[in-house]
């Protein structure tokens, strides 16, 4: 399906980038929840979990890093409105092979969060690679994406295969 360029929302009449006035919609509580996963040797693993990685906290800092990130989002992503976010909060999960993340991020608004999690479980992941790389240089990051939102004209939203409770 091939979409006008008047359907495109972050492009003028002219094919000019824009940034979507968003002034004449409705504030309503928004939130978006992302994911992802580092897969990692299980000496890297073991080290992040007993907190013996060279540079310290892994995924305390992580977890600071991921919370920044999402309340930059506007200067990292053009034409994303810069937000004042409620609410970011980043939980990780130890599996057999790595660390998986999800992020929540929320706010009343008039526009969605979906980048803001998304941007941060990036960031999170990044900063664990960046943290432990000198245990796994082999680390791979992957699966970052949204599995859920809710709020604003499209509603609620969830990844047909997300495992979400």
């Given at each position: 399906m091939s979409k006008k360029l008047s359907d495109l929302t972050h492009l003028d009449e002219s094919g000019t980038a824009r940034m979507v006035d968003v002034g004449a919609k409705q504030a309503s509580h928004r939130q978006a929840i992302a994911g992802g996963f580092i897969r990692m040797s299980g000496s890297a693993l073991a080290a992040i979990k007993a907190g013996d990685a060279p540079k310290g906290d892994v995924l305390g800092t992580a977890r600071i890093a991921a919370i920044m990130a999402a309340k930059k989002t506007g200067d990292l992503i053009p034409l994303?409105?810069?937000?004042?976010l409620d609410a970011v909060n980043v939980d990780?999960?130890?599996?057999d092979?790595?660390?998986?993340?999800?992020?929540?991020?929320?706010?009343t608004g008039k526009t969605g969060v979906?980048?803001?999690?998304?941007?941060?479980?990036?960031?999170?992941?990044l900063t664990v690679?960046?943290?432990a790389k000198a245990l796994d240089k082999?680390?791979?990051?992957?699966n970052v994406r949204l599995l859920e939102k809710t709020g604003g004209k499209s509603g609620h939203w969830r990844a047909e295969d997300s495992d979400l409770a």
């Amino acid at each position: 399906m091939s979409k006008k360029l008047s359907d495109l929302t972050h492009l003028d009449e002219s094919g000019t980038a824009r940034m979507v006035d968003v002034g004449a919609k409705q504030a309503s509580h928004r939130q978006a929840i992302a994911g992802g996963f580092i897969r990692m040797s299980g000496s890297a693993l073991a080290a992040i979990k007993a907190g013996d990685a060279p540079k310290g906290d892994v995924l305390g800092t992580a977890r600071i890093a991921a919370i920044m990130a999402a309340k930059k989002t506007g200067d990292l992503i053009p034409l994303c409105h810069p937000l004042s976010l409620d609410a970011v909060n980043v939980d990780f999960a130890f599996e057999d092979n790595g660390v998986r993340v999800t992020t929540t991020a929320s706010l009343t608004g008039k526009t969605g969060v979906e980048m803001e999690a998304m941007v941060a479980a990036s960031t999170a992941l990044l900063t664990v690679y960046d943290m432990a790389k000198a245990l796994d240089k082999n680390m791979v990051i992957e699966n970052v994406r949204l599995l859920e939102k809710t709020g604003g004209k499209s509603g609620h939203w969830r990844a047909e295969d997300s495992d979400l409770a």
